[in-house]
């Protein structure tokens, strides 16, 4: 089955700064990547996403980018906000019509200091 | 975007007892829901996925007798923790896409408590 690892599980970066997080993917039919945002006791939102047909995504200050030789996806943060603060977690699937089964990396604490 | 609804959304329950959770698709239907449990400061593990009229499959490691997913329709899925023990409390949440689904929606979790 598929494999996520991710990478930093925790992140401290001064307001303003950037932040990256890293995962890479173990199958190599896997097409489908979203990055998901969880606030304690909250259910995981979608902030970006990113199929395999595409290399670079960016969304105003976020962006993912797909390298699928090395099979791994990163996640780009720019002019970090203290409401950016939260887990994150990367994910990769073979998706398919309403197949969404998703593998979870094992998160990264984002923490942004004022 | 597509709502998913759970509930109850906190359970408190006493060992040995079993507590029923929902998960309905609100404005589609889902052919396939799937259940995670996340521990506290750890990820979602994926449990099962719920299949429409069928039985759910089970991840290794989950036991089908005691977490028990019936999919009766195609907007509802509940999973039924059986007999529940002080290492059960969990969050549990539930995912679904429509059949043209571009992502996956989640409930909004359910805290579980087994005291």
């Known amino acids: ?15 303003g700064d950037s932040a ?3 995962c890479t993917y173990s199958d190599s039919a896997s097409n489908y990547f979203p990055w998901y945002k969880q606030e304690l006791g909250k259910r995981p939102q ?4 990113i199929r395999s047909n595409v290399g670079e995504k960016k969304d105003q200050r976020i962006a993912v980018t797909l390298n699928k030789t090395a099979k791994h996806f990163s996640l780009h943060i720019t002019e970090t906000q203290p409401e950016d ?17 998703l593998t979870f990396g094992k998160g990264t604490l984002l923490t942004v200091n004022p | ?18 507590v029923k959770i929902e998960c ?20 979602l593990m994926l449990m099962a996925t719920s299949n429409e009229g069928s039985k759910a499959t089970y991840e290794q490691g989950v036991e089908k007798d005691k977490f028990l997913i019936n999919h009766a329709s195609l907007t509802l899925s509940t999973l039924t923790v059986t007999s529940a023990h002080p290492e059960d409390s969990s969050f549990y949440i539930c995912s679904a896409s429509s059949t043209r689904g571009t992502e996956a929606f989640f409930g909004q979790g359910t ?3 087994v005291v």
């Open chain 2, 24 to 43: 309905r698709s609100l404005d589609f239907q889902a052919t396939t829901m799937f259940w995670y449990r996340q521990f506290p400061k750890q990820s």
């Open chain 1, 20 to 22: 990256v997080i890293k």
């Open chain 2, 1 to 18: 975007g597509a709502v998913v609804s759970q509930h109850p959304s906190r359970v408190i329950c006493k060992s040995g007892t079993s």
């Open chain 1, 46 to 49: 979608l902030i970006i996403d």
């Open chain 2, 111 to 113: 805290r579980l408590t």
């Open chain 1, 85 to 101: 603060s939260a887990v994150y977690f990367c994910a990769a699937t073979l998706s398919g019509g309403s197949n969404y089964k």
């Open chain 1, 1 to 15: 089955g598929e494999n996520v690892e991710q990478h930093p599980s925790t992140l401290s970066v001064q307001e």
